[in-house]
């Protein structure tokens, strides 16, 4: 009889764990969302006003492919441009792919910078692509991205 | 209005005219995405975090920043910057609750 007992109480078990990523799922949905809630696209449409951006070599993202903790993972944007008043680079934007909202931070540097590059530190909340398009003085975007694998989540 | 700490870095030290410098600002903030709840109340902490900083040197507009939540506890911004004669270096940024704070720096090359 214990032994029936105890086959009965595993499978209450198993269907308890059947069940519950469904009502993790509900919790998802029932999860605050920030001030700005947007999208990667949106976010790129907004900044390419729809152009879209090449992958290029010239951008060089320095993201480490691991992050430990995803409150902290420090990024370097660099970009090769001689920085003269007909050839520089514009803008630096840095989006997070999976958060809530993709944009973390739009850099507008001038000449008088003398070297493109940004760095920071940056919130992941996921395992997720982190991407860098730059806008160069001549109207063209340049992308590179990354993906980082994240053990602790950064937000909430 | 409360002050809060911040920081401006230059690197290298001593640096003379004309040269490329690499400067960083760190800012302490709590940058508080809107998303996360107090353990004990359950209430949301409302969004709190810098939305604008701005480089500037002798007056003149270097480098403009746009920033959201997505930016870490005490954010640092490092970039570089020309060194063109003496003068003062400053930094303005606000946050999105209103607060606005300036902090600044003397620039001296040597040599």
């Known amino acids: ?156 | 209005m409360s002050s809060r700490k911040s920081l401006i870095k230059i690197k290298p030290n001593s640096y003379k005219d004309g040269e490329i410098v690499k400067v960083s600002f760190m800012v302490m903030h709590p940058m508080e995405t809107g998303m996360r709840k107090d353990k004990t109340t359950k209430e949301i902490i409302p969004a709190k975090y810098v939305n604008s900083v701005k480089f500037e040197y002798n007056g003149k507009v270097i480098t403009t920043m746009n920033v959201w939540e997505s930016l870490s506890t005490n954010p640092v911004f490092t970039t570089y910057m020309k060194i063109n004669g003496e003068g003062k270096f400053s930094v303005t940024y606000s946050d999105s609750t209103g607060e606005v704070h300036e902090k600044s720096m003397k620039i001296k090359p040597k040599g």
């Open chain 1, 1 to 156: 009889m214990q032994r029936r007992d105890f086959f009965k109480q595993l499978g209450a078990v198993a269907t308890i764990a059947a069940i519950s990523p469904a009502i993790s799922f509900a919790d998802e949905a029932k999860k605050p969302k920030g001030p700005n809630d947007l999208s990667f696209k949106a976010a790129l449409d907004a900044i390419t006003g729809g152009k879209g951006a090449v992958e290029s070599s010239k951008v060089s993202l320095k993201v480490p492919e691991i992050a430990e903790n995803g409150a902290v993972v420090p990024v370097t944007v660099e970009v090769e441009s001689p920085m003269t008043d007909s050839d520089y680079v514009k803008a630096i934007h840095i989006l997070a792919t999976k958060n809530a909202n993709t944009r973390c931070i739009d850099v507008h540097l001038t000449p008088a910078n003398g070297k493109a590059m940004f760095a920071t530190r940056i919130k992941l909340g996921d395992t997720q692509d982190v991407t860098a398009i730059v806008a160069l003085s001549d109207g063209t975007f340049l992308s590179a991205s990354q993906n980082v694998k994240v053990t602790i989540g950064g937000c909430g």
